[in-house]
């Protein structure tokens, strides 16, 4: 039962993770940048949400897609003005660019919202399904975050806008030849990316605290999903986050919290070696 | 620039470094002490980063290796500047044995496995509590004699450790190896298939990158007298040493000193004036490098600059 009851909370850890790391996986995928960035854009979707909650009394519900939306424009311009510039270079380049720009908006969220943690209590009490208790606010987060990561796999497949993402993907001068603004898709991805990290950012205000220490933390998450899922595919996020959430929540009972995250990095090492494509990668497509 | 006029630059540039205590302030020369630290990281990340083209991202683990190995010993009684050579060593070791398995990846793997790196031995180390002290850090033995006295000693230790690396540089530059590493750097599978065994050649270079991190940072240890996990393994400096050696011109001598001494200088006057907004001024750093200097202050130049801000070429109206 006690297994059970770990295995649940693990579920939930890892849809949770799922959606914060989808957008990270979709930008390193079709663009082939490591977004530092991703991060601090979690963190300011949180405060986004935090603050019209606080603020304002508006529902992190109903701030979701606002904040969602406001993130996309910010990635839409941060990639159309700075990183389509560098698109192509090698990747201490794009890697090093993107880490400051990384450092610039951390900074500034340290200043003006300092690093106080900060949290939308809704208050709604723990759920008891036979034995295994989940506390609401976490399972709402989990719905949530899987509704929006199926609700990218849908755009993925089915608009236009998601086909012409995929044909950038697989051949950006053939996706070119075909008529296809590759830039503009660049910057739309970015955008998308930017838009699951401000939703991810608003579900976790609910769940964790909010608070600029957390960036590092969640980078790394999203760095370990998308080596243990693969590159750049919904379902491979999906499956990373889960098994992430389960591996940390056992490993969180069995040697203690503390080292969850470092089981975590671990297992990204050494499937790094192992087998770099991730658990559902296809061999030379990464 | 030639290889002697390199060479002469770099010896005025440590006299003047190795004066200070002489003509400035105790500012100015704990100013030089971290520049003289910095440059022989930067110069250490330039044989994996500059040379060889890999991005790696663990300087900060061989720092904080440095640190601990040094710290630990010294407290085992080691004495000190033995302690030195034994962190020195013992991060060689460690980055040899860690390069064998994380160099067969390239690109994007290899850059976060590099930093994933720095992250696992912190953790390692301030959950290692009864070896390392944990979170609380260590404590080291201070050096008698007074804090200007200690602070020349160290300067003059930095400065040691920094020629060194320069020496090493240019052996490499020289050598067969360094070619062997250009090459890598050009094109790793071209390379292979000419002859370079690129796999040796990269653990040697990651190694080299290592080696002399963890000297710098046992020797920071024993200036300091304090060590601590969040400090030692500082995310930050893994990607200020490698911006450093970019600033200046990676792949090139003279690179990381020209650029560790611009980056510290912008740095205090920026910190001195703005206290908040230190990180944000890294990454404008950044971003201005990468946007405008691709090549670093050393492929500068300055008489395409001269024209370019002197006769504005006029643009073709239409």
């Known amino acids: ?286 | 620039m030639s290889r002697r006029l390199q060479y002469i630059i770099f010896v005025l540039w440590v006299l003047a470094l190795a004066t200070t205590p002489f003509w400035a302030t105790n500012y100015i020369v704990r100013l030089a002490i971290t520049i003289a630290m910095y440059t022989s990281l930067a110069l250490s990340w330039n044989f994996i980063g500059g040379f060889t083209g890999y991005p790696s991202f663990s300087t900060a683990a061989f720092f904080g290796l440095g640190c601990y190995a040094g710290a630990v010993s010294q407290r085992h009684g080691v004495p000190m500047v033995l302690a030195w050579i034994v962190a020195t060593f013992f991060v060689g070791a460690f980055a040899t044995g860690l390069g064998a398995i994380i160099l067969r990846m390239r690109g994007h793997y290899f850059a976060i496995a590099s930093i994933a790196v720095v992250e696992v031995v912190r953790l390692v180390v301030s959950s290692w509590g009864s070896l390392t002290g944990g979170g609380d850090g260590l404590n080291l033995p201070l050096l008698t004699g007074g804090p200007n006295a200690v602070a020349r000693i160290f300067l003059l230790v930095m400065i040691a450790i920094m020629v060194i690396v320069f020496v090493v540089t240019a052996l490499v530059d020289r050598s067969r190896l360094g070619f062997g590493l250009r090459c890598i750097q050009q094109n790793e599978d071209a390379a292979d298939m000419v002859g370079v065994d690129t796999t040796r050649y990269k653990v040697a270079a990651y190694t080299l990158s290592a080696l002399f991190c963890g000297t710098v940072g046992a020797a920071y240890a024993s200036w300091i007298g304090y060590i601590e996990p969040s400090d030692s393994f500082s995310i930050i400096m893994t990607v200020k040493v490698p911006v450093m050696c970019l600033l200046g011109g990676p792949g090139t001598m003279l690179g990381p000193v020209i650029g560790t001494a611009a980056f510290t200088l912008l740095e205090e006057v920026f910190w001195a004036n703005f206290l908040d907004y230190n990180r944000a001024i890294l990454g404008a750093v950044i971003v201005v490098l990468i946007f405008f200097l691709p090549g670093g202050l050393l492929a500068l130049s300055w008489r395409d600059l001269v024209k370019r801000f002197a006769f504005r070429p006029q643009k073709a109206s239409t």
């Open chain 1, 1 to 286: 039962m006690a297994y059970l009851q770990t295995l649940v909370n693990g579920i939930v850890l890892g849809a949770l993770y799922a959606c914060l790391a989808v957008g990270f996986s979709l930008v390193w995928g079709v663009l082939n940048i490591v977004n530092m960035l991703h991060g601090s854009l979690i963190v300011l979707g949180g405060y986004l949400t935090f603050f019209a909650w606080h603020g304002y009394g508006i529902s992190p519900l109903l701030a979701l897609p606002a904040v969602a939306l406001l993130l996309f424009l910010l990635g839409y311009v941060i990639q159309s003005v700075a990183i389509n510039r560098v698109i192509g270079a090698p990747v201490l380049t794009t890697l090093t660019l993107t880490f400051g720009l990384d450092l610039i908006l951390y900074n500034f969220m340290t200043v003006y919202y300092t690093a106080t943690p900060r949290r939308v209590t809704l208050d709604l009490g723990p759920i008891d399904i036979g034995g295994i208790v989940v506390p609401l606010d976490r399972l709402l987060g989990m719905l949530l975050a899987l509704l929006l990561t199926g609700l990218l796999y849908f755009v993925m497949r089915r608009s236009r806008i998601g086909r012409a993402i995929v044909a950038v993907r697989m051949d950006s001068a053939a996706a070119a030849l075909m008529g296809i603004r590759v830039k503009r898709i660049y910057a739309i991805t970015f955008g998308i990316g930017a838009l699951m990290a401000g939703a991810t950012g608003a579900i976790f205000a609910v769940v964790y605290p909010v608070t600029t220490n957390l960036t590092g933390t969640y980078l790394g998450k999203a760095f370990v999903v998308c080596v243990i899922g693969g590159l750049g595919s919904v379902p491979g996020a999906l499956v990373g986050g889960i098994v992430l959430g389960v591996i940390e929540s056992f490993s969180g009972q069995f040697f203690g919290p503390q080292h969850a995250l470092t089981v975590g990095f671990v297992l990204m090492l050494v499937l790094l070696v192992v087998k770099p494509t991730g658990l559902t990668g296809i061999k030379g497509y990464e």
